[in-house]
């Protein structure tokens, strides 16, 4: 037996003391109630006949006092906190419950996660007196559901609330926050509870030795001092997945798109498959798959044609080979993508007549362009154009939505005139901006061009030594200016003319730079939206707020399907996998090796040791308690 | 309760109505004053017996001398007060008791006292109590000396030690004339009260036995470590009473009391034992009913 509580030393001092005054009260003579009675000998008569039994009348005094003693002993003990089992020194506990999507495996039933809390609460049901413990889930974004307690409700309460998630585990946040939560604290413990697939590289950079006394390296994972235990869960690696799904739109024709699928087996044994492509929850395309152990297989899908948005890639059994569950987890076995809206950009052109501009416009199947001339522009026009190219005009005031300038001169030009040169040649170009995506300028030729002078925020895209020749700006409203006229330079006989148009038409519209056909769980995820706060609503149909910086909302998400993300600007649906073989990867690991050394099963849980006998010493305290008040209220006892 | 107001109009009212009641009880009993046995200067024939010189020839039966021949003298039962003998005992253990038990006795005795001055019968009170020699109420008779028994029994202060032998032998050997003596006591005696019943029957005076219990004396309802004195003898015991203790006390007290009985019974002697929540007037009649008391 140890005792959680006071000391054995203070607790017989305590008991000591209470027992020499109870002890010394009942030695002490009372003063007695004097009762005047008008025959004294008749008492005499009926105590004479009791005087045989005196001996037991004086013995009742003693089981009295010995009553009381048995009392306050019960009473020192529960103050004690004595557990049952051998006593040893408090530890300070981490249980780290992995609940990546790999841990919804159902080779343990109900699933791996259930299993793991499981293992957790005996763990909890066995902590020793004094030890303190506190909850990690291991998801995407680790975090510790309490604070170090050693009340086996509250730590129960604490597993019970860690909820399986769909995205893979980030161990090494997981395992830095334990080693913080650790660091200091008397007899550290980290016990990882979970199927063990978790990335090598991750492991391998954990520190628990402290041997050569240097500090480890700012990429290791600092446990050194901490009993890093490792409890598996999990039988089975019969999983198949689908790893990769891609869509996009083709630029030149939006209205088909492409497809790009992979799969990989997990088993140990062939796989033959169907793998199902939906759009809408529409068929598309079936196609069986037959994969060996470990091997992955892609699927590219050409030309596809639809007015659908929503797709979607299923593996399932192949009915020829028997129905039922695919494999231990069912949540790999789809995924999702959005294809990006299909929308026609309205163009309006402002120029005295450009053939090539025009030209090069009209390529463009996405957009329909309307011209007028410069002395037609009317502010007031903005509101019915996605975009607004000038040709040799500058407006006096910038309109309310995406230009492009060609040549703008005077004050009002968007980016400030700073002077011209004479035949310039481009040597540096921007070439990770989308706008220079597929566009050549080298060898161009012109007769002049103006030199723009650069805001901070600017971007220059071309720029002749330190003249900078096309400008880009992204807010207020997106704005690209080409310095010179293309009548006076090659650029309209070259490629990078339409392409360059293109791009820019493109990064105005700006959905293909920031549309994502489908996040990653897991992964922070910045969506388009407006205002300061939006609202996901995730395929379970539960929601949550999450604020929106610079016109992108930004979440980590957890759920594997379509969400939609409503704000000022409307909703949106974004998709979301899980894309990770990793995860996919669920063969748990019977065993661990960490920095050269084997993790061991946790040990020292004892369920006896946290049975807590205070409550039951106290209730025998009140039952001898109640018990003496009724023998002294009955004579038995005085 | 003050001795006051023991006897107050409603008590007098009572004990009229006691007297009416006792009346009718015994009217097919005894239908005049107490006769003696004695023969003397009644109207009532009682016997004959034979002429000798110096009777009076007045009371001669010469009817008889007509027929027989022979000289009888007419006997006629002589008319007597009849002496009635209160003894309260007045000692200290008396004056416990909720109500004191002699407040209750001074009720008995003084209805007592009412029916036998009702009946011209000579009604004398004696206390009994150590030290209390000499003090008694001298034999009176008629109605109107009630409130002179009231007076007395007032003045009545309980105190010392309970001794009956000793208090009934100074009775007997100060009242010359015989009759009913009534013994009010509760009986508390440490020598017993054996001594004190039997001088009465040996001295041929007709004792009558009523026991005063306080219903709380015979079943205390004392419980835990106590300190009990004797009143009379100042006696101290520490006693833990416990509900065993008490039943044990209550059987000893319920045979002091039926040893009492017993004692009279075998010696023919009229026993009540009157316990002080029986109202006194109930006590009365029943003494009444049970007979004994008033010939």
Redesign the interface.
Same mark, same amino acid.
């Given at each position: 037996m140890s005792f959680a509580g006071a000391s054995l030393v203070s607790l017989a001092t305590g008991f000591a003391l209470a027992a020499a005054a109870l002890t010394t009260l009942y030695v002490l003579k009372?003063r007695?109630?004097?009762?005047?009675?008008?025959?004294?000998?008749?008492?005499?008569?009926?105590?004479a006949?009791?005087e045989s039994s005196s001996l037991w009348?004086r013995l009742r005094r003693i089981v009295s006092l010995l009553v009381q003693l048995v009392l306050l002993a019960l009473l020192a003990l529960a103050a004690g906190d004595p557990r049952l089992g051998r006593g040893r020194d408090a530890r300070t506990i981490a249980i780290v419950i992995d609940a990546s999507a790999s841990m919804r495996a159902t080779d343990e039933r109900p699933n791996r996660l259930e299993r793991a809390k499981e293992e957790a609460r005996k763990l909890v049901a066995g902590l020793g007196a004094g030890d303190r413990a506190l909850v990690i889930r291991l998801d995407a974004q680790p975090v510790a559901l309490g604070g170090l307690e050693s009340d086996d409700r509250e730590l129960s309460r604490q597993i019970d609330a860690v909820a399986p998630t769909d995205a893979p585990a980030d161990l090494e946040r997981g395992l830095r926050l334990a080693g913080d939560v650790l660091r200091g604290q008397p007899h550290p413990t980290a016990i990882l509870i979970g199927d063990g697939a978790w990335p090598r590289e991750v492991l391998d950079r954990v520190r628990l030795r402290a041997d050569d006394g240097r500090a480890p390296a700012l990429s290791a994972i600092d446990l050194r001092g901490v009993d890093l235990r490792y409890l598996p869960v999990g039988s089975s690696s019969d999983n198949v997945a689908i790893v990769g799904f891609a869509v996009r739109r083709y630029p030149q024709n939006r209205t088909s798109y492409e497809v790009f699928v992979e799969a990989q087996s997990f088993r140990d044994r062939p796989s033959s498959l169907r793998l199902e492509l939906r759009e809408d929850g529409e068929i598309v395309d079936v196609q069986h798959l037959d994969l060996g152990p470990g091997e992955r297989a892609a699927r590219f899908y050409p030309n596809l044609a639809g007015s659908g948005a929503r797709l979607e890639a299923r593996l399932r059994p192949d009915p020829d080979r028997g129905a039922g569950a695919l494999d231990a987890l069912p949540l790999d076995d789809v995924a999702y993508a959005l294809l990006p809206p299909l929308k026609k950009q309205r163009v309006l052109l402002v120029s005295p007549g450009n053939l090539f501009l025009e030209g090069a416009l009209l390529l463009d199947e996405n957009a329909a362009l309307e011209r007028v001339p410069p002395a037609a522009w009317d502010p007031a026009l903005a509101a019915r154009y996605d975009a607004v190219v000038f040709d040799g005009f500058t407006p006096p005031a910038p309109p309310p939505l995406p230009a492009l300038y060609l040549d703008p001169q005077g004050p009002a030009s968007p980016f400030t005139v700073a002077g011209a040169v004479q035949a310039p040649l481009i040597t540096d170009v921007a070439e990770k901006h989308p706008l220079m995506r597929w566009v050549t300028l080298r060898d161009l030729n012109m007769s002049r061009s103006s030199r723009f002078s650069l805001k901070p925020g600017d971007v220059a895209l071309a720029s002749s030594a330190r003249d900078v020749l096309i400008a880009a700006r992204e807010s207020p409203e997106k704005t690209v200016a080409l310095g010179f006229d293309v009548r006076h330079s090659d650029l309209p006989l070259r490629v990078a003319f339409p392409v360059l148009l293109v791009n820019a038409l493109e990064w105005f519209a700006g959905d293909e730079a920031t549309l994502q056909a489908a996040f990653r769980t897991g992964e922070p995820w910045r969506v388009p939206a407006a205002g300061d706060e939006a609202t996901v609503r995730d395929p379970d149909g539960e929601t949550q707020r999450v604020p929106v910086v610079d016109g992108l909302a930004r979440l980590v998400g957890r759920k594997v399907g379509f969400h939609t993300v409503e704000s000022r600007g409307g909703a949106r649906t974004i998709a979301a996998n899980l894309g990770s073989a990793a995860e996919s990867a669920i063969r748990p690991a019977r065993e661990l090796v960490v920095d050269g050394k084997k993790l061991e099963a946790p040990s020292g849980f004892d369920a006896r040791l946290r049975r807590e006998l205070w409550a039951m010493l106290v209730l025998a305290a009140l039952a001898l308690a109640l018990l003496e008040w009724w023998t002294y209220n009955?004579?038995?006892t005085? | 309760m003050p001795s006051a107001a023991l006897f107050d109009e409603a008590f007098l009212k009572k004990l009229e109505y006691l007297y009416v009641v006792s009346k009718k009880v015994f009217s097919g009993r005894i239908r005049a004053e107490r006769r003696s046995r004695k023969t003397g200067s009644g109207v009532e024939f009682a016997d004959h017996r034979g002429y000798t010189t110096g009777d009076d020839l007045r009371y001669l039966d010469w009817g008889v001398y007509g027929r027989l021949g022979r000289l009888l003298i007419r006997l006629f039962e002589e008319e007597e007060d009849l002496h009635i003998y209160l003894l309260l005992d007045a000692s200290?253990?008396?004056r416990?008791?909720r109500p004191p038990?002699i407040d209750y006795a001074r009720q008995v005795v003084a209805a007592l006292a009412y029916v036998g001055l009702s009946n011209l019968d000579r009604i004398s009170i004696v206390p009994l109590a150590v030290g209390r020699d000499g003090r008694r109420m001298p034999p009176t008779r008629g109605k109107g000396r009630i409130f002179k028994v009231f007076e007395f029994l007032r003045g009545l202060e309980p105190g010392g030690a309970t001794d009956l032998s000793a208090g009934v032998g100074a009775f007997v050997h100060e009242s010359k004339r015989r009759g009913v003596a009534v013994l009010v006591s509760?009986f508390?005696d440490?020598a017993g009260y054996e001594g004190a019943l039997n001088l009465l029957r040996y001295h041929r005076f007709e004792p009558f036995v009523l026991q005063v219990v306080?219903p709380g004396?015979a079943r *205390?309802s @004392?419980?835990?470590?106590?300190?009990?004195?004797?009143?009379?003898?100042g006696?101290v015991?520490?006693?833990?009473?416990? *509900?065993? @203790?008490l039943a044990?006390?209550a059987r000893?007290?319920q045979a002091?009391c039926e040893g009492l009985e017993a004692f009279c019974s075998a010696r023919g002697i009229p026993c009540f034992r009157a316990e002080t929540s029986t109202p006194f007037d109930e006590l009365i009649l029943r003494v009444f009913r049970e007979g004994g008391f008033l010939r």
């Open positions: 009372l007695l109630r004097r009762v005047e009675v008008p025959f004294a000998r008749l008492w005499a008569r009926v105590l006949e009791r009348r009955r004579r038995v005085v | 200290a253990s008396m416990t008791g038990k509760d508390y440490p306080d004396e *205390p @004392l419980l835990g470590d106590l300190e009990i004195i004797d009143c009379e003898t006696e015991r520490e006693v833990t009473v416990s *509900p065993r @203790l044990a006390f000893e007290h002091l």
